[in-house]
């Protein structure tokens, strides 16, 4: 292996040593199925946007997707019926509220605030096209078998047991019921919401689709596109700032990237026009990220100089950047250093 390679590799398994023994957090039990997860379950997957892979621990390891469904089902809606139609139907602001929170319809137009919530999940889900409800779900099946390069199956029982305890989701539902936001097939539409959150997916998975979304829709491994180009920086954009719910902003600051995770222990990140990057750990922080996902991205983040506004800086470059033009060296030395430091 090249040596850049070699250093991705070695990195992910330093990263997987330092975190796995980290026993904070507590596995999911709000939908019951889900509290059968294995807590010390752990894998690690970055694929860059030329289809290379690397990854650590448990990356073949299955589980259900949740809520890093939502930006995808936002593009599959924004495809079917365009900004406009979901605009109407959705915004895209932060609440800095929990995911499932559900007074956060906004007090004026009714709309709810942003698609990564639940409220906005539904409402996206719910725009989406297709011949009756076996239509909309094998279209939306097809639509996620573009971006992982195979096709996604259901886990039945978490589906059955999200579809029995939902209760706050149905109540949400039929909030936006009232309101307009949704049309009046509220069971149809709350059961093609709990079929998308329950698709079983890999932290392998959950890279190549952040692959594809680094590569402007274009899955890096297949080749094959799995969403117009024009609608990537929609999704990036509301996962960079509504993906981690309340810790939107603390994550935006420290880590740098576009992001969505999942109450099944799964995180998807996004770093643009280079890589996506898939972990899997079901224990979860308060506010329902996994605990050992947000380390590793910010290691990762530090590390390869993955920030977003810190880009300049980093060794992992795909294009040549400012830094021998206007740059001068000494000071560009001295940067480097305080952020050894600073990490
Ligand atoms: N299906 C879950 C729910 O609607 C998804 C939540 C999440 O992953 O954050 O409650």
């Given at each position: 292996?090249?040596?850049?390679?070699?250093?991705?590799?070695?990195?992910?398994?330093?990263?997987?040593?330092?975190?796995?023994?980290?026993?904070?957090?507590?596995?999911?039990?709000?939908?019951?199925?889900?509290?059968?997860?294995?807590?010390?379950?752990?894998?690690?997957?970055?694929?860059?946007?030329?289809?290379?892979?690397?990854?650590?621990?448990?990356?073949?390891?299955?589980?259900?997707?949740?809520?890093?469904?939502?930006?995808?089902?936002?593009?599959?809606?924004?495809?079917?019926?365009?900004?406009?139609?979901?605009?109407?139907?959705?915004?895209?602001?932060?609440?800095?509220?929990?995911?499932?929170?559900?007074?956060?319809?906004?007090?004026?137009?009714?709309?709810?605030?942003?698609?990564?919530?639940?409220?906005g999940a539904?409402?996206?889900?719910?725009?989406?096209?297709?011949?009756?409800?076996?239509?909309?779900?094998?279209?939306?099946?097809?639509?996620?078998?573009?971006?992982?390069?195979?096709?996604?199956?259901?886990?039945?029982?978490?589906?059955?047991?999200?579809?029995?305890?939902?209760?706050?989701n149905r109540?949400?539902?039929?909030?936006?019921?009232?309101?307009?936001?949704?049309?009046?097939?509220?069971?149809?539409?709350?059961?093609?919401?709990?079929?998308?959150?329950?698709?079983?997916?890999?932290?392998?998975?959950?890279?190549?689709?952040?692959?594809?979304?680094?590569?402007?829709?274009?899955?890096?491994?297949?080749?094959?596109?799995?969403?117009?180009?024009?609608?990537?920086?929609?999704?990036?954009?509301?996962?960079?700032?509504c993906g981690?719910?309340?810790?939107?902003?603390?994550?935006?600051?420290?880590?740098?990237?576009?992001?969505?995770?999942?109450?099944?222990?799964?995180?998807?990140?996004?770093?643009?026009?280079?890589?996506?990057?898939?972990?899997?750990?079901?224990?979860?922080?308060?506010?329902?990220?996994?605990?050992?996902?947000?380390?590793?991205?910010?290691?990762?983040?530090?590390?390869?100089?993955?920030?977003?506004?810190?880009?300049?800086?980093?060794?992992?470059?795909?294009?040549?950047?400012?830094?021998?033009?206007?740059?001068?060296?000494?000071?560009?030395?001295?940067?480097?250093?305080?952020?050894?430091?600073?990490?």
């Amino acid at each position: 292996m090249p040596s850049l390679e070699l250093e991705i590799q070695s990195a992910l398994e330093e990263i997987h040593a330092k975190h796995k023994d980290n026993q904070s957090g507590k596995v999911a039990d709000y939908i019951p199925e889900l509290a059968k997860a294995d807590p010390n379950a752990f894998g690690i997957c970055v694929v860059t946007r030329d289809g290379q892979v690397f990854e650590v621990g448990d990356t073949e390891q299955q589980f259900t997707i949740q809520s890093v469904s939502k930006p995808f089902v936002y593009g599959m809606a924004l495809q079917d019926t365009g900004r406009d139609v979901v605009q109407q139907k959705v915004d895209v602001e932060p609440t800095g509220h929990a995911f499932n929170s559900i007074i956060k319809l906004d007090e004026k137009s009714h709309r709810p605030h942003n698609p990564m919530v639940n409220a906005g999940a539904i409402a996206t889900t719910s725009l989406l096209t297709g011949e009756g409800p076996t239509g909309k779900l094998n279209r939306l099946m097809d639509f996620f078998g573009r971006f992982v390069g195979r096709r996604l199956y259901a886990d039945m029982s978490v589906f059955m047991s999200e579809r029995v305890s939902g209760h706050r989701n149905r109540a949400t539902a039929y909030l936006m019921l009232n309101f307009g936001m949704i049309d009046n097939r509220v069971e149809e539409i709350l059961d093609l919401y709990f079929q998308q959150c329950s698709l079983l997916v890999t932290a392998k998975d959950l890279a190549v689709m952040g692959a594809t979304l680094a590569n402007r829709g274009v899955n890096p491994i297949t080749r094959e596109r799995a969403i117009e180009a024009r609608y990537v920086q929609d999704l990036l954009s509301v996962m960079y700032t509504c993906g981690l719910y309340d810790y939107a902003g603390e994550w935006g600051y420290r880590v740098g990237m576009p992001a969505k995770s999942g109450v099944g222990g799964g995180m998807l990140a996004v770093v643009p026009q280079r890589l996506g990057i898939g972990v899997f750990s079901p224990p979860l922080d308060e506010r329902g990220n996994s605990v050992r996902a947000i380390r590793v991205c910010q290691d990762l983040s530090t590390r390869f100089g993955l920030h977003m506004f810190d880009a300049w800086l980093n060794d992992f470059k795909v294009a040549p950047t400012v830094e021998s033009e206007s740059f001068p060296t000494a000071e560009m030395d001295a940067v480097k250093a305080a952020k050894q430091e600073h990490s």
